[in-house]
């Protein structure tokens, strides 16, 4: 088997709940991102949360956009330590909790193969084409915010959510300054 063993240690919030436990490996093109890829997992992910409490704050909010979409997939609570203002109290529990989630996902469908994982890219949809339309110049933590956010009314429009959700979003989202109004329309 092609391939090469190795260990992912992320150091940023972003990539410890997301990225370094997805299997997913890709490059980035001129023409955009993640267009060439394979499903590789790592031998071990070495998740140091200190680490990420020592992150500047708008590195930090980016991975928290991760966290809410992992709160809403698994409803672990995080939307309510947001609320409390005790994430970083609690950033062993919140971390292994989206790990948890993501990794449950994952195993039952490793490769995409099932339709299972679609879950994770919840507020994925709008966010690629902001990324792309803004030159890459909006980040991907601020683009999964404000993609949460359209998701959600666009949800909440074909009334397949209770209508409280967008708002809970917005609130969890503003928390972590994620700006969410970027100047492109639906």
């Known amino acids: 088997m ?8 992320p150091t940023t919030l972003l990539s410890m709940v997301d990225a370094s436990i997805s ?3 890709a490059v980035d093109l001129q023409a955009g991102k993640n267009l060439i890829g394979a499903f590789w997992q790592p031998s071990l992910v070495v998740a140091d949360t200190q680490v990420v409490t020592n992150l500047p704050a708008d590195i930090f ?10 709160d809403l997939i698994a409803n672990a609570g995080i939307v309510e330590m947001i609320r409390q203002n005790t994430i970083k109290e609690r950033i062993d529990q919140m971390v292994a909790s989206c ?3 993501k990794r449950d996902v994952v195993e039952q469908d490793e490769y995409e193969t099932k339709g299972l994982r679609k879950v994770l890219n919840m507020g994925h949809t709008v966010p690629h ?20 956010v359209w998701e959600a009314k666009i949800a909440c429009h074909l009334e397949l959510c209770a209508s ?5 979003i917005r609130a969890a989202v503003d928390a972590y300054q994620l700006y969410y109004d970027v100047p492109y329309t639906v």
């Open 99 to 101: 790990i948890k989630m």
């Open 2 to 9: 092609r391939g090469i063993h190795f260990i992912q240690m």
């Open 164 to 168: 409280g959700l967008v708002d809970e």
């Open 61 to 70: 909010a980016e991975g928290m956009a991760e966290v809410i979409k992992s």
């Open 23 to 25: 299997g997913k490996t």
């Open 129 to 148: 084409a902001i990324e792309k339309l803004s030159n890459y110049s909006i980040s991907h933590g601020v683009a999964v915010a404000t993609g949460l």
